[in-house]
């Protein structure tokens, strides 16, 4: 079992950043790869990012490459998404997931078993 608690969203003008922060419990966090999705309101969730157990592989969503990172830090059990040249239509509800996978990525979110609640950010023009 595993748990997800998200958190570092919140309200920046347009242009601006975010780093999103996402905590997992288990000692065994690098077994599994974790992705970054989004809702915005009255749209179905979308694909962010995501990132292999070991971190050696990433692969993002057309719309935020060259302007969203993920990385992650086993030591710390955390998985972030920095957030940059935010614009409005990346308003939304922020949420990590996490799936068994040393070395390979998903961006599929019906193969993610573990959700965690969400982080709000509003990107104001």
């Known amino acids: 079992q595993v748990q997800l608690v998200e958190s570092g969203g919140g309200l920046v003008q347009a242009g601006g950043s975010l780093r999103l922060s996402c905590a997992a419990s288990?000692?065994?966090?690098?077994?599994?790869?974790m992705g970054w999705f989004r809702q915005a309101p009255g749209k179905e969730r979308e694909f962010v990012a995501t990132?292999?157990?070991?971190?050696?592989?990433?692969y993002y969503a057309d719309s935020v490459k060259g302007r969203f990172t993920i990385s992650r830090d086993n030591a710390k059990n955390t998985v972030y998404l920095q957030m940059n040249s935010l614009k409005p239509e990346d308003t939304a509800v922020y949420f990590c997931?996490?799936?068994?996978?040393?070395?390979?990525?998903?961006?599929?979110?019906?193969?993610?078993?573990?959700w965690g609640q969400g982080t709000q950010v509003t990107v104001s023009s």
């Open positions: 997931a996490a799936r068994p996978g040393r070395y390979d990525y998903q961006y599929n979110e019906n193969q993610y078993n573990y």
């Open positions: 288990g000692r065994t966090f690098s077994y599994y790869a």
């Open positions: 990132i292999s157990g070991y971190g050696g592989t990433t």
